[in-house]
């Protein structure tokens, strides 16, 4: 016999212990299975047993996870318990898929819980509520939940408060996240010692809000200021800042922080690693990237298909096609965006060959190619000069494959024509094209305009650069280039003239060496670093060498009054 029926005051056992079943399902469909199995027993009819069966539905990881399915037990459950609304809205507040209609529904799910007099909101409801106002960008209502908060008295709760502090944030109102953030911090340090430990830890995350706000707003002298000031750090304040660094491309400023981190106490994750790879791949630092990947290995962090792209992004472009070879071949899993990390790598090391070969073994494997496949295999025919190759794959991704071209993929023609010099060819794809041509194609056909001395199309190139980016020096400075490459220096000089009157300057040159660890960065005539004049010794003492041996620099672009 139950002993809860003998002694109705023992608690109630958990539903997965009742059913078992509940706790070993996979998948939606063995869910549905056992919601069935239940609808039939009548066991369904079981507050626990159905918010259970809920839960599975709604907070289940992709892809076992069905918010259709979760709406449709929720709505059949006679008096939902608070439990059931609040997995129900934490749900829809929660999903992914930049669809703002489930925060929406989230929000008037809250709306018809207040008015149901059978539950009431709790310290679990609102985060969720507040996310959803966040991803609306809905400030008036999260203020009426913010008076919901105060009236229900739980504006203390450190989850609660830093869901405020982050709606205020991603709704822009800076002021009273900063209000909100400093009277949590203070109240937190007010705290008993009973309770340290757990304060400490709402007071992390508090923290991590407030520096994440900044961040998102590119203002990285306050975040930064947060991050030095916070009392105790944890792994998502290192990444918070690191990923902001490098999304924002302050590379150098990543890798200083992943470096400061690697000396603390706090261990870098597989959010690290995601993070700090493209700022290492930016500054060229290898030895580190190399760091980076054995850490991985030696610290049983899964090299998926996002981390193992990343590495071997990192190899190919740090001149070690070798090293993202065999990156590639060791990954368990490939998808389409691992095949798009080699090819596009072979691409730049001008293997074009070997990058056609991974396509077809791509596509024998059954991996479907994406519009990004097709730029890596255009780009590495343009670079080794393959047009007709070239020109079989782009009517591949039309015809057989139904990919309809992106700007991005009539670039790598025009780029893959003009090299060849078939540069009238070019401009007829250029005028015929769907898509109106932006300052990269342009540039694309003056480059080759120069290569090859094709003075009048370069004219015509340099006028429509002009009209769509008045202001860029890009377009000035390769219509320079061209006249300097046939010797006609009273054109460069008239350019020259021209960008002085119009204020526009070429931005200078900047390059990064990555020596026993450290970055060292270069500008063009810049003698700020602490070795400049050994470093300008050198170059001319290796200048000197490679002229006795028969060398002779390329001249041809370098402006002369004569």
């Not at 139904?402 to 401009?427: F, K, N, Q, S």
Request: glycine share 6%; proline share 4%.
């Amino acid at each position: 016999m139950n002993s809860t029926i003998l002694n109705p005051t023992a608690a109630t056992p958990h539903p997965s212990v009742l059913f078992p079943e509940l706790q070993t399902c996979k998948t939606i469909r063995d869910v549905k299975q056992v919601h069935a199995k239940l609808i039939k027993t009548g066991h369904i009819r079981d507050p626990l047993v159905a918010a259970e069966v809920l839960r599975f539905c709604a907070l289940s990881d992709p892809p076992h996870r069905d918010l259709h399915y979760a709406r449709h037990i929720f709505h059949h459950m006679d008096q939902p318990n608070c439990f059931s609304w609040n997995t129900l809205i934490r749900a829809l507040s929660e999903t992914t898929n930049n669809n703002i209609e489930d925060p929406l529904q989230a929000f008037l799910l809250f709306h018809a819980m207040l008015c149901n007099e059978f539950v009431k909101p709790n310290c679990f409801t609102f985060p969720s509520v507040l996310k959803a106002c966040a991803k609306l960008g809905r400030l008036e209502e999260g203020k009426q939940v913010h008076g919901m908060v105060i009236k229900y008295r739980i504006e203390n709760d450190e989850f609660v408060l830093s869901n405020l502090v982050r709606m205020y944030l991603l709704c822009g109102v800076m002021d009273d996240a900063y209000i909100l953030f400093e009277a949590g911090v203070r109240d937190n340090e007010l705290e008993s010692e009973k309770i340290e430990k757990r304060r400490q830890m709402g007071n992390v995350i508090l923290w991590n809000v407030m520096i994440d706000g900044y961040v998102r707003l590119g203002d990285f002298e306050l975040a930064r200021k947060l991050f030095d000031e916070m009392p105790q750090r944890s792994v998502v304040s290192w990444n918070s800042m690191i990923s902001g660094y490098a999304q924002h491309d302050f590379f150098k400023e990543a890798i200083e922080l992943f470096r400061e981190m690697q000396m603390g106490d706090a261990n870098p994750n597989y959010i690290t690693l995601v993070s700090v790879l493209p700022a290492i791949t930016r500054l060229g630092a290898l030895e580190l990237g190399k760091w980076v990947h054995l850490y991985a290995v030696k610290n049983g962090i899964v090299i998926d298909e996002v981390l193992g792209s990343a590495l071997i992004d990192m190899y190919s472009k740090c001149g070690s096609i070798e090293k993202a070879l065999q990156a590639f071949e060791d990954l368990q899993q490939k998808n389409v965006i691992t095949w798009n990390a080699i090819i596009s790598g072979l691409a730049i090391h001008g293997r074009a060959k070997d990058a056609i070969d991974h396509f077809w073994r791509m596509q024998q494997t059954g991996v479907a190619p994406s519009d990004a496949t097709y730029i890596g295999l255009l780009s590495a025919c343009s670079h080794a000069g393959l047009v007709q190759e070239g020109r079989s794959i782009f009517d591949h991704m039309v015809e057989v494959v139904g990919l309809e071209p992106r700007i991005e993929h009539y670039g790598c023609m025009v780029d893959l024509l003009g090299r060849a010099g078939l540069l009238e060819e070019a401009e007829e794809l250029i005028i015929n094209m769907p898509h109106k041509p932006d300052d990269v194609i342009m540039k694309a056909l003056l480059g080759a305009c120069k290569i090859h001395g094709n003075v009048e199309i370069g004219k015509q190139v340099a006028k429509s650069l002009k009209n769509m980016a008045p202001c860029d020096s890009g377009s000035y400075v390769a219509l320079s280039n061209m006249y300097a490459s046939l010797r006609n220096w009273e054109a460069v000089a008239e350019v020259r003239l021209m960008m002085k009157k119009m204020d526009i300057r070429k931005d200078p040159g900047c390059s990064w060496i990555e020596l026993d660890g450290v970055i060292h960065e270069f500008l063009v005539e810049d003698d700020s670093h602490p070795r400049a004049k050994e470093i300008r010794m050198m170059l001319e003492e290796m200048s000197y060498k490679l002229g006795l041996i028969g060398y002779m620099p390329d001249t041809t672009q370098v402006y002369s009054k004569e």
